[in-house]
């Protein structure tokens, strides 16, 4: 089974801060790194790869030093990684990255599934998986908690929809996001790290795909109009309750089921 | 010798500490024992505390009524040490959270020692600092750190609580109040009242408030998980890394039915658990090459030494997602089992493997479960013995067996009996059969001239 993983390189930090003047990110001392749910991702991959074998291949858009996310994704386990990286790809929103990495995926030969993960901990949109899948045409499912089966054709999984845990086989080639805390994901490995061979790493400029027009990439490609950029407001929203033991006990039962916490 | 807790004393501490007194079934029965819950003893009455002059005044009425005082802070002890076994006065401390001080200058922050571990750590990390002991309980309070001596994670490169104490402030039995120590960083005056009153259990006096170091702090951080294939193997590296250039802030070594005994408890798989036997090894610093530098260097030793991988933690979710389970060993062991006892023993760092190696050998030789971990670098064990169904004439010959073939063990390496959990009344017999009659003679000594009457944590420790 081939699968491909779509990861991203994001701020060291995940309480990444915003200029209230600029809108600009306060970039965290502590640099980069991978995004922490597409470890899930990799994690369910690497797993499939060890149950049915072939390949896990991992891909990301961004720039240059974004080649030290697809190495670490390397040192866990996966097979070979591709990098799109152009400066006609910068200031791209959420269609035109997701178009950017269709068009990069159809490069990387061929993929019986796309794994991403559920977000990014910096643009924090959710979209750009179900939006690679439109590009590619192909069916995709979101919030996956499980990957319960591989055949010939198809894919059986689990998926935590809003008021339902949904199992739904879907056909191959698709792309499904994993939901986070799903497994345990593995650690880089030091060993894989010193034996790595950098070639492993396969660099794609908009001269590479198979659409090389610049319109639909980058800003030019891009619908999007930031008119702001401002931080969230911290909720610090509390439920308090009053009651015996028990009644305090059921009460709380009762909201973590509600809220599938367990 | 000692007066029961009557209904005029009560009156006197009601008026002393109105709203604060409880005497009878109004406390709760978490106090008769500590988390261990090995000791045993029900306070006459419960007072919380919450300033210095407070404690003055119940310790010069109960001294003047010769009323036994036992300190306790988050009841988070091992070894019974927080437990009213004469009765009389449990003097609660866990309402004593203020920071007073953050002085920048002599990096130093100065508290009631109430506060929690956890509490001291946020608060410091906000601000850009960091106070470096680290014992594994992040709920016990400073206070309980200092009666302990807590040693923690970081001890192999940054020391334990009596390296960070600079100053306390200490209520005598008599109800005095004294400071100890300042904030210098040197000190040749005199006798060492400081460092005499760490580690003393509450027997000499109740420590109220703590200035403590502060180190501004470290940049970066990366930790390295490194499985091998036998106890052995893992522990016999560790002195090699200790001769290596480098001090990595924390070495600790677990064994795999530790970490499935984890994984069970948090419901949550540990990111490797296939290997017999692991080190779990931190390097910090104040760049990021340093800091890789470090972590290379020992890396390349432990495969040098048979390691079978080394895996690398450097994000915040990794470092939670291992960090979190060596936390939980403790409660995990204890959730394996119907009853448990434990060992902190503590032994030069060479003969850690040897140690470890023994305690195999004991478990099958008395028919106990014996799981570990602990603190490679620093030669600090923790040993637990599990009771896993016997009935109680098995268990207590078995373990007094066991307990008594470790700390001969422990004796015969050059050893000590506590590294960090303290004596309290648990470890009182090993500690007179390893240090002698002589030496807990003059511990006493020392406790008739701080405490004549003998008031303070009776029965523990000497």
Redesign the interface.
């Known amino acids: 089974m081939n699968i491909l993983v779509c990861v991203k390189q994001v701020p060291?930090?995940?309480n990444v801060k915003v200029d209230e003047k600029t809108g600009l990110l306060i970039r965290p001392?502590?640099?980069n790194?991978?995004n922490?749910y597409d470890?899930y991702a990799i994690e369910a991959a690497l797993v499939l790869k060890e149950q049915y074998g072939g390949s896990v291949k991992v891909l990301t858009m961004g720039p240059p030093q974004a080649r030290d996310v697809l190495e670490e994704c390397l040192?866990m386990g996966c097979d070979e990684a591709y990098l799109i990286t152009d400066r006609a790809f910068g200031g791209a929103d959420v269609l035109a990255t997701s178009y950017t990495i269709s068009q990069g995926i159809r490069k990387a030969g061929d993929i019986d599934l796309i794994i991403c993960g559920k977000q990014t901990t910096d643009g924090d949109t959710a979209q750009v998986g179900a939006e690679t899948a439109e590009h590619l045409g192909i069916p995709h499912l979101s919030n996956v908690t499980g990957i319960l089966e591989v055949d010939e054709g198809s894919v059986l999984v689990e998926a935590n929809q809003e008021k339902m845990i949904v199992k739904q086989r879907i056909k191959l080639p698709c792309l499904i996001c994993m939901d986070s805390e799903v497994?345990?994901?593995?650690?880089?490995?030091?060993?894989r790290?010193k034996t790595t061979e950098e070639t492993l790493v396969h660099s794609l400029t908009l001269a590479d795909l198979e659409d090389r027009n610049p319109e639909h990439y980058g800003l030019k490609g891009s619908p999007t109009q930031v008119q702001k950029v401002f931080p969230p407001e911290k909720s610090s929203s509390r439920i308090l309750e009053n009651g015996s033991s028990e009644e305090l006990a059921d009460k709380l039962n009762r909201l973590l089921s509600d809220r599938k916490f367990i | 010798m000692f007066n029961e807790v009557n209904k005029e004393d009560l009156l006197a501490l009601q008026k002393m500490l109105p709203g604060r007194v409880f005497d009878g079934r109004q406390i709760n029965e978490d106090y008769y024992h500590d988390e261990l819950g090995t000791a045993f003893g029900v306070p006459d009455v419960l007072v919380k505390v919450l300033s210095t002059k407070e404690v003055s005044d119940v310790m010069g009425y109960a001294c003047s009524r010769s009323i036994p005082v036992v300190v306790r802070g988050s009841g988070t002890g091992l070894v019974g040490g927080a437990v009213a076994t004469h009765g009389g006065i449990m003097l609660d401390t866990s309402m004593m959270k203020k920071v007073l001080e953050l002085d920048e200058n002599n990096l130093t922050v100065t508290v009631q020692t109430g506060i929690l571990l956890m509490e001291l750590a946020a608060y410091c990390d906000e601000r850009g600092f960091q106070y470096c002991p680290d014992p594994g309980e992040k709920s016990a309070t400073i206070g309980g750190n200092i009666s302990t001596n807590a040693g923690g994670m970081r001890a192999m490169k940054y020391g334990v609580t009596r390296d960070a104490v600079r100053a306390i402030t200490v209520v005598l039995a008599s109800g005095e109040i004294m400071k100890f120590g300042s904030k210098v960083v040197k000190n040749s005056s005199g006798y060492d009242l400081k460092d005499l009153i760490i580690g003393s259990e509450g027997t000499l006096g109740v420590v109220t408030e703590a200035t403590l170091k502060i180190i501004p702090k470290p940049?970066?951080a990366i930790s390295?998980?490194v499985p091998f294939r036998t106890m052995k193997d893992a522990i016999s590296t560790v002195p090699k890394i200790i001769r290596a250039q480098v001090t990595p802030v924390a070495t600790e070594y677990m064994s795999q039915d530790v970490i499935l005994f984890a994984e069970e408890y948090l419901g949550?798989?540990?990111?490797?658990h296939a290997s017999d036997a692991y080190l779990l090894l931190t390097f910090d610093g104040n760049t990021?090459e340093a800091v890789m530098h470090d972590m290379?260097t020992i890396?390349d030793l432990c495969?040098e030494n048979d390691a079978i991988?080394?895996?690398?933690?450097?994000?915040?979710?990794?470092s939670a997602?291992?960090w979190s389970a060596r936390s939980a060993f403790l409660e995990a062991i204890k959730g394996s089992t119907d009853q448990m006892d434990e060992c902190d023993v503590v032994v030069p760092r060479s003969r850690v493997a040897d140690f470890i190696l023994f305690t195999h050998e004991v478990a099958k030789n008395v028919g106990l479960r014996i799981p570990s971990f602990g603190h490679a670098g620093d030669g600090n064990l923790h040993i637990y013995l599990c009771r896993d169904g016997l009935d109680d004439k098995q268990w207590e010959s078995r373990k007094e067996k066991a307990f008594s073939m470790m700390y001969e063990k422990s004796k015969e390496m050059g050893g000590l009996v506590s590294g960090e959990h303290g004596i309290g009344l648990d470890k009182k017999k090993y500690l007179l059969d390893m240090l002698g009659e002589r030496q807990l003679e003059l511990m006493r000594g020392i406790k008739s001239v701080f405490d004549p009457k003998g008031i303070l944590n009776p029965g523990k420790v000497i």
Not at chain 1, 183 to 191: A, C, E, I, K
Not at chain 2, 268 to 272: D, S
């Open positions: 060291g930090s995940s001392k502590k640099g790194k991978l922490p470890l040192w497994n345990t994901p593995r650690l880089p490995s030091y060993r790290r | 940049e970066y390295i998980l949550k798989k540990f990111p490797t990021r290379e890396a495969l991988d080394v895996f690398m933690i450097d994000t915040e979710e990794r997602s291992v």
